[in-house]
C-alpha cells in the first residue's frame, strides 16, 4: 500500500505564493489607476483582459474594471451589472460570449460619449484632506485669470496667511444660520464634525451669466450637492499620489493637533471611496500639472499669465 502523499507546499513555494499574489494585486490595482485617470482606455484594458484571461487585465473582477472608469460608482453598478446580465464575482477573463459582447458595446458607448461632452464653465473639484486643494485652486487663480475661484464661507478661524475674501468668508454660526436661512448658499455642510461651509450662489450666478468660468474647491458632501442643484457642472476628484504620500502632506503642513490629525486621516478614507461618483480624477503629483488638467476641463481662453515653473 502506497504511503499517503504529503500535499502541503514547501515553505519557499507558499511564500513565492504569497509574493507572486502581492504582486499582482498591485499590478491590478495599477491599471485600475491607469483607467482612472485616463493613461489608459477602458476599451484596451478590456480588450486585453479578453483576449488574455490569465494575464493581470484577464483576473481582474469585472466589477473592480467598471468602478475605475469615471462617474462610475457603486450606486450605478448594481443596475449596470444587471442590465450587463453579469455577475458580481465574474472576472473579465471569465465572461461568456454574449456578456463580453455586451460589455465591450456598454464600454464603447460610454467612452464616445466622454470624448463627446461638452467642457463646463463649472467645476467643482473636491477631495480627500491634505490632498492640496487649495493649493491647486490658488494656482489656477493666479495663472488663468478668465477663471473665477469661488470663495467659500467657512465657521472655522483663519490659518496662518489666510486673507478674507480671498481663501474664504470667516463667519460665525449665526451668520451662516442666516445664509442657509436666506437660501444664500448653493451648498453647505460640516466637514471633519467640526466646522461648517457654503458656497454663495450669487457670485457664481453673476460669473457664469457674464460668460466667465468658476472653479468651486468644495469638500466631497458639497460637490454632491452641487450636483443635484446645477447638473451641468463637472465634477473632478483631486487623488493623492499614494496615501503614504496624503499623510506626509498632513503631518508636514502642521496645522492640526495630533488628535485632529488622526480624525482628518480617518475621514480621508471615507473620502477616498467618493472618488467614483465623480465625472473625471487628477492625480496631484505636482501642483502645476494638476491644475492644467482641470483647467482643460473648462472652457477658458487659456492662461493669462504665463504659468510658474
Not at 100 to 124: H, P
Not at 260 to 281: G, I, P, V
Amino acid at each position: 500500500m502506497a504511503e499517503p502523499t504529503d500535499r502541503t507546499p514547501p515553505e519557499v513555494d507558499r511564500v513565492a505564493a504569497s509574493r507572486a499574489a502581492v504582486e499582482a494585486r498591485r499590478a491590478r490595482a495599477a491599471l485600475k489607476n491607469s483607467i482612472a485617470v485616463g493613461t489608459v482606455t477602458a476599451l484596451s484594458v478590456l480588450d486585453d483582459g479578453l483576449e488574455h484571461p490569465d494575464g493581470v487585465a484577464g483576473r481582474m473582477r469585472v466589477t473592480d474594471f467598471l468602478l475605475s472608469v469615471p462617474a462610475i460608482g457603486r450606486t450605478k453598478l448594481s443596475r449596470i451589472l444587471d442590465d450587463l446580465g453579469i455577475s458580481p464575482s465574474k472576472r473579465i477573463g471569465g465572461l461568456g460570449h454574449n456578456q463580453r459582447v455586451r460589455l465591450r458595446n456598454f464600454v464603447i458607448d460610454r467612452e464616445a460619449r466622454n470624448r463627446g461632452r461638452r467642457k463646463s464653465r463649472l467645476v467643482v473639484l473636491a477631495g480627500p484632506t491634505a490632498v492640496g486643494k487649495g493649493t491647486v485652486a490658488t494656482y489656477i487663480r493666479e495663472n488663468y485669470r478668465d477663471v473665477l475661484l469661488s470663495v467659500s464661507a467657512t465657521t472655522r478661524a483663519p490659518r496662518p496667511g489666510e486673507v478674507e475674501g480671498v481663501n474664504y468668508y470667516f463667519v460665525d454660526d449665526t451668520e451662516f444660520d442666516r445664509l442657509i436661512a436666506d437660501h444664500e448658499l448653493l451648498e453647505h455642510a460640516t466637514v471633519h464634525n467640526a466646522y461648517r461651509y457654503g458656497t454663495p450662489r450669487a457670485p457664481i450666478d453673476k460669473a457664469l451669466s457674464a460668460g466667465h468660468s468658476v472653479l468651486l474647491e468644495i469638500d466631497i458632501q458639497g460637490a454632491m450637492q452641487v450636483r443635484e442643484a446645477m447638473p451641468e457642472a463637472t465634477l473632478v476628484f483631486l487623488l493623492p499620489p499614494s496615501w503614504d504620500e496624503l499623510v506626509r502632506r498632513l503631518v508636514g503642513r502642521g496645522t492640526e493637533d495630533s488628535e485632529e490629525r488622526e480624525r482628518r486621516l480617518s475621514t480621508a478614507k471615507h473620502e477616498l471611496a467618493a472618488q467614483n461618483e465623480f465625472d473625471y480624477r487628477v492625480v496631484n503629483h505636482t501642483v502645476a500639472e494638476a491644475a492644467r488638467e482641470v483647467v482643460d476641463l473648462m472652457q477658458t481662453r487659456g492662461p493669462s499669465v504665463a504659468p510658474k515653473a
